[in-house]
């Protein structure tokens, strides 16, 4: 009999970043984005909750080896995140607008590629605790 | 390539209220809500979180401008409800028992004729840190 | 060697009440008071957090025994608040507006009375999880 | 007009375990689970949010009565699991694994029991604010 | 009969932030400050809570009116930080480091220029939920 | 000028537990300490706050290097406890009994041995959200 668990892992990072959008006027990344286009930028404790649904393993008790699934997110998520600006210094986000929208995209995308085809995979992002993203692949 | 991608946005309202049916008798009343019968009301700290899923933009970034969201939720809920009674201040609630099941509906129809149809809609209402409840339109 | 050290113990009541003051007229108690002089009251969930500061017993380890302080909290303060009117309900607030600062001191003399004075006592109350007031005696 | 609300209440308990699988070698559980396999256990709070999926009642405004959904988690959880050892004193975790993801399915399983077809019925479980868990029965 | 009760009120902004020590080679800031002196920037989400205690007033049964200190807040702290770069947008920090210790001595330094001397001042700053600081004015 | 802040940093550990006074009889231990005294122990997340006073130094806007404070906390308290039973596996409780005021002694005390005297030390220690502890060395 096979049961299907979410595991749910949380990490957390502290980055810069601006809202901005190249091919617009100033004006218009002003009074589109307001403050958060601030051209020095501003910044976020970004707080990640990892979801990986699959079936729980009948001996060991485990949908997947937390310690693991630690070490993804510490190799793919947080030592290119952390204390970074993500407009400057992570290359995905050199021509891609690092709105809480892409950064759960490019995450939800690096976590994928470690993380085996027989899970399914989400990803929430909290960029305070009053905005957060969640994505799912779809 | 769409993505989809639900954004959350919360706010907050004070509120007093007391639950009760009036075609049953007081007896009827006390007995099934208990202290939350009390004629005199009790009151909340409401929490809520609108979820609102769409396709992510690929100029800007954004599913929705999370401003507009908000001046949604405030001008829907917060402008209503916020330092009210909910029994005697709110029109919705005239005949309508305001259960935490009743009131994340209303605020899920008020919410829903001021964001766009290609959006999904999904609200959830804390009551306490213990009680919530969540509605998404089905 | 006499160690002292402080106990915190947490507890929750939901209430309704309003912030007026009777010899006042209504536009001076609207003009002052705001939204929270609402004629039909609103309401919030009050989370109070009760500080004992005594000495470790060198037998059992405890300052209080934090069952025994549980009852002096529930029977001084949740049975008598609990889902009430403040203003209506509670004779202490007859004709003391029920402000934060005022609520904190009600309970603070409620307890003094439970708890023997070879303990300090604090009493803190969040009105929201943004506002709250701290009274210690003095 | 039927309208399908989720209803969340929240509980705790307090309780010691060990991760180790009897068909292998203490090498092995040592290597697999690390910490968490200590021989004198270790222990968390752990957090529980019982989400129960239905139709509102049009008379009384609930989807299930709260105090009766308390009454049966207190009866099958809280009774059973707070202030107890998982491994020694849960006949259930006699012989299986006691990892967060066996122990969310022994509560859906006990509450199902409990609670009427008519609804669905999801729980998740914190073992830390960190590692987490949830079950839907599929 | 005067009592003197502390109230709080809290507050946010997100910010972007160097450590840096311009006397000192890149080699002795990188070493001393670690990831927190990345020429680029990293950011936060700074929570405050400003502490005000003084003699409740009999009348009123406030010590402070809390929207007179939330504006105090407002025009002192959030316009000014808010959404900036803290080394490069806030004066304050043009030859300051912009460590929470300095931060928290900065915004002491501004509300308490703006609230009356009869009562004391205390602001606690959360750079992140696991780094924080206070500052009393001592 | 010299300005006196507190910095804070915080940190977790889970553990097993009972309590039990071993001169008392087994009566006289389950009477007073209830489920606490469970003979095949409990457990909790406890979560530390420590907090350290002193001046800022002018140059790096430090009281205390947050790495170091942390390298401190890692090693006298998580290494020893995280994930340990505390009555049997930790010696300072060989025949201390593992209440929160007792573990937030022997913590101070393992800290005070290794930051800098001219540091005022205070640790919080949370056993679960509802119940906690604090002592300042006094």
Chains 1, 2, 3, 4, 5, 6 share one sequence.
Request: proline letters at 3%; charged letters at 25%; aromatic letters at 12%.
């Amino acid at each position: 009999m096979t049961r299907k668990v979410a595991v749910f892992r949380t990490a957390h990072f502290n980055a810069a970043h601006r809202l901005n959008v190249p091919q617009w006027t100033d004006e218009q990344n002003k009074a589109y984005f307001g403050l958060c286009n601030n051209a020095n930028y501003h910044g976020h404790n970004y707080e990640l909750e990892v979801k990986v649904v699959g079936a729980v393993d009948e001996v060991s008790g485990y949908v997947i080896d937390m310690k693991v699934l630690k070490t993804f997110i510490d190799e793919e998520v947080i030592e290119a995140f952390d204390h970074k600006n993500l407009n400057l210094d992570v290359p995905d986000f050199a021509s891609l607008n690092p709105s809480a929208e892409n950064i759960v995209w490019v995450i939800w995308e690096k976590l994928r590629k470690r993380i085996d085809n027989q899970f399914e995979l989400s990803v929430r992002l909290y960029e305070t605790p009053r905005n957060f993203v969640e994505f799912n692949g779809k």
